[in-house]
């Protein structure tokens, strides 16, 4: 099954003032170090990378929406189930939250085409393609030519690339090894954090809408 999950409660912003931009962040590999095998673990037993929920806070302060998202392969391909993938999901939002930093959607996909029964069948949110991005953009308004998706493979970068947002390839998970498409990022760090923190001070928005 993949699902969309809104997780704000919120309604999109409307009336004047600069357009919404959002931060697409892969799960596994960038926010969250995966287990052996690409698997994700408890929420309790997972760990962030460093630096990351501290440059998330600050990021979400300066305004920008988070929005999860990723292929979850584990389940997909019937390593995991669909109600691990849940608790997991279900923790790591409550995480996030209570370390002040609110997720606008959830946008993981658990399922292929070529996947186990139940699992297989198509998803517009399956990377890379584009469905997440443009949901958003449609749903929220959002300023996808202002926003960036973050990940560790050229899966989500392509992705990203292709609904004309910016990106930011990190040296964490697949670390951009995956080659499973040729993408030039706009941006290279060494883990999330550092681009998250550039991102959170950029004013381009500010500029624009002066």
Not at 5 to 15: D, E, I, T, V
Not at 44 to 62: E, H, I, P
Not at 107 to 115: I, L, M
Not at 123 to 152: C, K
Request: hydrophobic share 35%; glycine share 12%; proline share 5%.
């Amino acid at each position: 099954m993949s699902a969309l999950h809104s997780l704000s409660g919120q309604s999109p912003a409307g009336g004047w003032g600069p357009p919404p931009r959002g931060i697409f962040l892969d799960v596994l590999g960038t926010l969250v170090e995966p287990g052996p095998g690409g698997r994700f673990k408890s929420i309790g037993k997972s760990s962030f990378y460093d630096g990351v929920l501290d440059s998330l806070f600050r990021a979400t302060q300066a305004g920008w929406q988070l929005y999860l998202i990723g292929n979850v392969d584990t389940v997909a391909f019937g390593k995991q189930t669909q109600a691990q993938w849940d608790r997991f999901r279900d923790g790591l939002v409550a995480r996030l939250k209570s370390e002040g930093i609110p997720v606008r959607r959830d946008y993981s996909c658990t399922s292929h085409p070529e996947g186990v029964k139940g699992q297989d069948r198509d998803s517009v949110y399956q990377l890379p393609g584009t469905g997440a991005m443009h949901h958003a953009a449609q749903a929220e308004g959002l300023s996808l030519s202002l926003s960036w998706v973050i990940g560790d493979s050229t899966t989500e970068l392509v992705a990203g690339w292709r609904a004309g947002c910016c990106t930011a390839g990190v040296r964490t998970g697949n670390s951009l090894k995956d080659a499973a498409f040729h993408v030039d990022p706009d941006m290279t760090t060494e883990s999330a954090a550092g681009a998250i923190k550039w991102i959170a001070r950029d004013q381009t928005v500010l500029r624009r809408s002066a």
